[in-house]
């Protein structure tokens, strides 16, 4: 999936905090992570996708997920939810 997709869903979550969330609930259908976000930040949300089997999407840079987000701010991940 493309970050086309992240800009065009319904319903997505920003951020490092509020995707984990949404991944321990199984309502997230893909995640994005910025690849040049801190490891030390986005480990454990991999770690959590991959025991979830939620496919994952490694972006170019936090500037990319922003801005397909809508936001003005640089964010390490975000997910598409499921509808």
Do not use: F, W
């Amino acid at each position: 999936m493309t970050l086309e997709a992240l800009k065009q869903a319904e319903q997505r979550t920003v951020g490092v905090k509020q995707t984990q969330k949404a991944v321990a609930r199984q309502a997230a259908e893909v995640v994005y992570i910025a690849s040049d976000a801190d490891e030390r930040v986005t480990g454990k949300l991999l770690e959590l996708c991959e025991a979830n089997h939620v496919p994952t999407v490694t972006t170019e840079s936090m500037l990319e997920i922003g801005r397909a987000c809508s936001i003005n701010v640089k964010a390490a991940a975000a997910a598409v939810l499921k509808s």
